[in-house]
């Protein structure tokens, strides 16, 4: 053997050395994020299976706001039902995600008119049942927060590192052509700002 050939041979096993480490850094980022959605799946499901208590409970009190009640409900099955076609690509799939968001738009909006009747009720608020489940979807809303910050943190990761040099060059060919799909809700820009106290 001739020490070009030597010298060729150790190249491509150099190469195909950093490709196997690309490669498996990728699928375990991949993971990790896929992992993150399901956590956000797990709290998501939670609500969406508290709601329908939320809305019986309430229809003794609010039989005349039928509207309020029905747009809660089909609110609550549309994000359900996005929530699983995102859940097939593991929060990988930039359309499914994209239908999640505008689902659980639908449903925050309508769980904000929900919670303005409710405020109407006095009784209502005071019914020692609703006072338990709207306890219940606080905490499960503060759990889906920090899931999906843990997602979007895992997400930022694996985008970062596809993109930076040299996995970008080969990314496309080993399957992690695109960036994964941050998950926002519409209490983003709510988040971001200070809360407002008044005395």
């Not at 896929?34 to 969406?48: D, G, H």
């Not at 997400?155 to 590192?161: D, E, G, W």
């Not at 399957?175 to 809700?185: Q, R, S, V």
Request: hydrophobic share 45%; net charge negative.
């Amino acid at each position: 053997m001739g020490t070009g050939t030597i010298v060729t041979l150790v190249v491509i096993v150099i190469v195909a050395f950093g490709m196997i480490t690309i490669y498996n850094k990728l699928v375990s980022l991949r993971n990790r994020f896929q992992n993150a959605f399901s956590q956000i799946e797990v709290q998501l499901k939670r609500r969406y299976d508290l709601i329908p208590n939320l809305v019986e409970t309430a229809k003794g009190y609010l039989s005349h706001e039928r509207e309020t009640l029905e747009a809660v409900i089909k609110a609550r099955n549309v994000a359900a039902s996005a929530l699983d076609a995102a859940a097939k690509g593991g929060g990988a799939d930039s359309g499914a995600m994209a239908s999640l968001q505008g689902g659980e738009s639908m449903l925050a909006s309508a769980l904000g008119r929900f919670n303005v009747v409710v405020e109407q009720y006095p009784e209502l608020k005071a019914d020692q049942t609703m006072a338990n489940l709207s306890e219940e979807m606080t905490t499960t809303e503060n759990r889906i927060a920090f899931a999906r910050q843990a997602f979007n943190d895992s997400v930022m990761t694996y985008n970062t590192y596809r993109q930076s040099f040299p996995p970008v060059a080969v990314a496309g060919m080993i399957g992690h052509g695109n960036d994964a799909n941050l998950l926002t809700f519409d209490d983003a820009e709510a988040i971001k700002e200070a809360p407002k106290v008044s005395f």
